[in-house]
């Protein structure tokens, strides 16, 4: 497996342990449709929680956070609206960013909540 992969299996682990830790069941760990992927698929409080992870070994090109382009916020958007009809949910939803600086322990770890909205999107 590539470098890059590895980086990007382990800061999903750590965001998964971290979701877990805090209270969110988690459904889905790289669910795919139609070519576009959500990362983890959670539910806290009664919301869907989509979620992308970025990770990163250094801070050198960019933060994990800014490579979530819009174009990737679209994909987002339509892979969870997709989720939400194939498993028939009907609940609120949101969309979250967790960025991953790894290191033992992670040097950075951000949750950002409601990172973005499909409203301002599609």
Known sequence: MAEHNETGK????????YL????????????VHNHKEIDIV?????????IEVKTRSTLA???PKEAVTKKK????????DAYLQIHDIDKPSQFDII????GEPPKV???????????ELL
């Open 10 to 17: 382990a800061g999903e682990e750590q965001a998964r342990m």
């Open 20 to 31: 877990k830790k805090n209270g969110y069941k988690i459904h889905a760990l790289n669910w």
């Open 42 to 50: 959670a539910e806290k409080n009664e919301t869907m929680v989509f």
């Open 61 to 63: 090109f960019e933060l």
């Open 73 to 80: 916020q679209k994909n987002l958007i339509l892979a969870a």
């Open 99 to 102: 960025s991953v600086l790894n």
């Open 109 to 119: 770890f951000e949750h950002i909540e409601e990172a973005f909205f499909p409203n």
